[in-house]
């Protein structure tokens, strides 16, 4: 299948050795953190520990976090900064309005398109950015990052890095961000190297169809640089080590999988709409999600068809009711912020990439049925 922005497939007949190449440059990940950022993690641990913030969480989670403030804060920092005034209330709010209305979904989205492009992506962005950042422009970006919808899970956790930083001293402060700045410049670097040949067609993408997208709400998440690619694919497994322990510690488990996987499209597909999502109804033996709900069936998961920006607080746990597990499989660029997602909501997660794009509405023209390595997932469940 040709690839639109990245394929975990290339000429394979499945993408194991993505899985395999992901999980060495993870582990590598984690050995330069070490030797790089630990300190600055262990000392935000304390600070959240003493003060009684959080329950603390895995050590993959926190490296996560400091990463993906490095590369959002390198990638949309110019863009954000120049931004003075705009609706940042409002359109962080519509961006939660899609999520519990599905049916104004489509007229939100219109909107949120619109205001977007006008109030949010300035023609000529900064062009440089202070180094180390202000505390005030973090909080601009911040800010940014909330209204854009594409990145709320991770402000709400730079909002409270933002707060460890506030304590600090600007020499210490200055040579945090020094630290953050060298890993990332290794991993950008590095990653390329690695899992540069599965997002080989971002940039090509990029330059065919910047302006297909120009009035659309999913601007941002289709136009991501290749650096998010891979920032989110090493984030996707540090999340599944990090939720791990959690995950198996519930009493069910349910496989969401979007819309996209399907043979058929919405007129002719007989799943049922439930509360939480679609369920199949095995109208159609080859697809994709009918053959993943027969797995279901053998080793015991519920599988949902769940729509992009649904609300994931649907699966919260509930006084009196069983603790569910969930699997999550969507495109690079949106996994990561939906398992942020779920975390907060206190749903152990694991995840499984879709091995490529292919959707009609935010990717191709076309439309193709996506899918995921179902070894992969089994690995998950095992």
């Given at each position: 299948m040709e690839a639109i922005t990245y394929s975990l497939k290339l000429d394979s007949i499945n993408s194991e050795n993505y899985y395999r190449d992901v999980r060495k440059f993870t582990d590598e990940v984690l050995i330069q953190a070490d030797n790089s950022i630990?300190?600055?993690?262990?000392?935000?641990?304390?600070?959240?520990?003493?003060?009684?913030?959080?329950?603390i969480r895995e050590p993959?989670?926190?490296?996560?976090?400091?990463?993906?403030?490095?590369?959002?804060?390198?990638?949309?920092?110019?863009?954000?900064?120049?931004?003075?005034?705009?609706?940042?209330?409002?359109?962080?709010?519509?961006?939660?309005?899609?999520?519990?209305?599905?049916?104004?979904?489509?007229?939100i989205d219109f909107i949120r398109g619109i205001l977007i492009t006008l109030v949010?992506?300035?023609?000529?962005?900064?062009?440089?950015?202070?180094s180390p950042p202000s505390?005030?422009?973090?909080?601009?970006?911040?800010?940014?990052?909330?209204?854009?919808?594409?990145?709320?899970?991770?402000?709400?956790?730079f909002v409270r890095w933002r707060a460890y930083w506030g304590t600090l001293d600007a020499e210490t402060l200055s040579n945090i961000?020094?630290?953050?700045?060298?890993?990332?410049?290794?991993?950008?670097?590095?990653?390329?190297?690695?899992?540069?040949?599965?997002?080989?067609?971002?940039?090509?993408?990029?330059t065919n169809t910047r302006k297909r997208y120009r009035w659309r709400e999913d601007r941002i998440s289709c136009t991501r640089s290749r650096l998010e690619y891979h920032l989110n694919m090493v984030g996707a497994e540090l999340m599944n080590r990090?939720?791990?322990?959690?995950?198996?510690?519930?009493?069910?488990?349910?496989?969401?999988?979007?819309?996209?996987?399907?043979?058929?499209?919405?007129?002719?597909?007989?799943?049922?709409?439930?509360?939480?999502?679609?369920?199949?109804?095995?109208?159609?033996?080859k697809c994709r999600v009918n053959r993943l709900?027969?797995?279901?069936?053998?080793?015991?998961?519920?599988?949902?068809?769940?729509?992009?920006?649904?609300?994931?607080?649907?699966w919260a746990p509930q006084k009196g009711k069983q603790r569910c597990g969930i699997i999550a499989s969507a495109c690079v660029t949106t996994l990561v912020e939906g398992g942020w997602e779920l975390k907060r909501y206190g749903v152990?997660?694991?995840?499984?990439?879709?091995?490529?794009?292919?959707?009609?509405?935010?990717?191709?023209?076309?439309?193709?049925p996506t899918e995921l390595n179902t070894r992969e997932l089994k690995r998950v469940l095992a």
């Open positions: 630990n300190s600055i993690v262990k000392s935000y641990i304390k600070y959240l520990s003493n003060y009684n913030l959080e329950e993959e989670e926190y490296v996560l976090e400091l990463l993906s403030f490095a590369i959002l804060w390198q990638t949309y920092g110019p863009i954000a900064l120049k931004v003075k005034f705009a609706p940042f209330v409002t359109l962080s709010q519509m961006g939660e309005w899609r999520k519990k209305h599905q049916r104004f979904k489509p007229l949010l992506l300035p023609k000529r962005p900064k062009k440089e950015l202070a505390l005030l422009d973090i909080d601009r970006v911040c800010l940014w990052f909330e209204a854009t919808g594409e990145f709320r899970e991770q402000a709400l956790r961000f020094k630290s953050i700045a060298e890993f990332n410049e290794w991993f950008a670097k590095r990653s390329i190297e690695v899992l540069g040949q599965y997002t080989k067609d971002v940039e090509r993408f990029l990090a939720f791990r322990k959690d995950y198996f510690d519930t009493d069910t488990k349910a496989l969401l999988l979007p819309g996209c996987m399907r043979t058929h499209n919405d007129e002719n597909c007989k799943a049922e709409k439930e509360q939480k999502g679609l369920r199949c109804k095995d109208c159609e033996p709900r027969v797995m279901g069936l053998k080793k015991n998961f519920d599988v949902y068809i769940i729509p992009h920006a649904s609300d994931l607080s649907l152990p997660a694991q995840c499984v990439l879709l091995d490529y794009s292919g959707c009609k509405k935010h990717w191709r023209k076309d439309g193709i």
